[in-house]
């Protein structure tokens, strides 16, 4: 591939959305002259991520559905994770909580198939904040009780899962200083969070504004 996932993801997370559809583009025209399968689904992923943090469902299901297509050709299982990883966050995007539900247990039972423990990690992350919205609690914290204790880090995201927890347990006051915690911890690495990660602290951060006025949100996010 002419640019490894690494430059078009880290573009991504730093929020560069400019030069990820430069580079995607420029991938996905390459892969397809070349033959090449997997640096079609990249390029293709990269771009349905792109529209996903512009809150362009449809279209991020387009690009997803198109690179799923790619893999399921080329017969390569490990070439369909990330497409159907996008799939699930539309749904949970447009909240579709039970399709969104369905589709990350789809992925960690993907992931765990291809012995990708780190990626099953992951979506069990993501399945908290969904089990979260359908009113699970106790299912939520079971799932981020088992991310903490895998041996992979997550970094900042943590802190978003506790965030949704006191939120969803009516601390408002903790949530927000977690917020804190979070924006300062991005700011730091100089990244932004992921589109779904983005949506639910936007959640958490009017919740919070809401139950304590924003003067009290401002001392308790300083205070994170």
Known sequence: MTDPPDDLRGAF??????????????????????GDPAG????????????LRG??????????????????????????????HVLAAVARLAGDWPAARERYLAGIALNEELGQPEQANSERYNLAF?????????????????????????G?????????????????????????AVDRAF?????????DDAAELSRIRAAAVAALGEAAFAREHAAG
Not at 56 to 61: C, H, T, V, Y
Not at 132 to 140: F, K, P, V, W, Y
């Open 55 to 84: 809150d362009d469902l449809p279209r991020a299901g387009e690009l997803a559905r198109s690179a799923l297509e790619v893999a399921v050709r080329a017969g390569d299982r490990r070439l369909e994770e990330r497409p159907r």
């Open 40 to 51: 079609e689904v990249e390029g293709l992923y990269a771009m349905a991520r792109v529209a």
């Open 156 to 180: 900042p995201y943590l802190d978003v899962a506790a965030a949704a927890l006191a939120s969803a347990d009516g601390d408002q006051a903790g949530a927000a200083r977690l917020v804190g």
């Open 130 to 154: 969904v089990e979260l919205h359908l009113g699970n609690r106790d299912e939520a914290r079971q799932l981020i009780a088992t991310v903490r204790a895998g041996r992979h880090s997550l």
């Open 13 to 34: 997370r730093r929020g560069g959305t400019a030069d990820v559809l430069r580079m995607a583009g420029a991938e996905v025209a390459r892969a397809r002259a070349a």
């Open 187 to 195: 700011a730091a690495i100089g990244q932004v969070p992921d589109p």
